[in-house]
């Protein structure tokens, strides 16, 4: 997850040496769009994840980990944003931009706080894939119908390849279960 975050005029901010690492290796929306733009690229970290501990060792015990939440992880980049713009530019602009998770951070704080961040690019987030909101198959239409793009009988071949990996399993020999774990280098 990060925020771009518009320069004002005579900027001295400096960015971490991590926060420096993962800058140089994100492309185009960090570094082309960021210097088009005049713009500061912060990388959040979330909490409990990282050196983001809260609790330092015991933040993992479940009493701890009621503070683990998406919306508490919201909250704290708002609270960020806005000391930032204290400290640096009341008037800049945000944006926050991510993939996967943090895709789907950066489309919720446009939309829950859009009187804060003012734009957000979420790359492969899906905000509204969720138990009871969305059919769990519809993943796997998406994935089909990309497939039979490419070749109309590649979906076929796919099941097939999974019925007969299906059938293998259910044999359940030591030797075929040693075979799939050498192929596919299972962790058992």
């Not at 009621?66 to 000391?83: G, M, N, P, R, S």
């Not at 099941?159 to 007969?164: A, L, M, S, T």
């Not at 044999?171 to 192929?183: M, R, T």
Request: aromatic share 16%.
């Amino acid at each position: 997850f990060f925020l771009m975050i518009r320069r004002p005029p005579r900027s001295t901010q400096s960015r971490s040496s991590a926060a420096s690492d993962v800058y140089k290796r994100q492309g185009y929306l960090t570094e082309e769009l960021a210097r088009q733009f005049s713009a500061n690229v912060i990388f959040m970290e979330h909490r409990y994840f990282g050196g983001s501990m809260p609790f330092k060792e015991q933040s993992y015990r479940k009493d701890n980990l009621k503070w683990l939440t998406t919306e508490q992880a919201l909250v704290d980049y708002i609270e960020f944003i806005k000391y930032y713009k204290r400290q640096h530019c009341q008037d800049c602009p945000i944006f926050a931009f991510g993939g996967s998770y943090g895709g789907m951070l950066a489309a919720w704080l446009r939309m829950k706080f859009p009187n804060v961040v003012d734009g957000a690019i979420a790359s492969s987030a899906p905000i509204l894939y969720f138990r009871n909101v969305t059919n769990p198959n519809d993943f796997f239409k998406v994935v089909t119908n990309d497939f039979k793009a490419g070749d109309v009988q590649c979906p076929q071949i796919i099941k097939e390849g999974f019925d007969r990996l299906d059938k293998f399993i259910s044999e359940a020999s030591q030797e075929n279960i040693d075979f799939l774990n050498s192929v596919f280098n299972t962790c058992t």
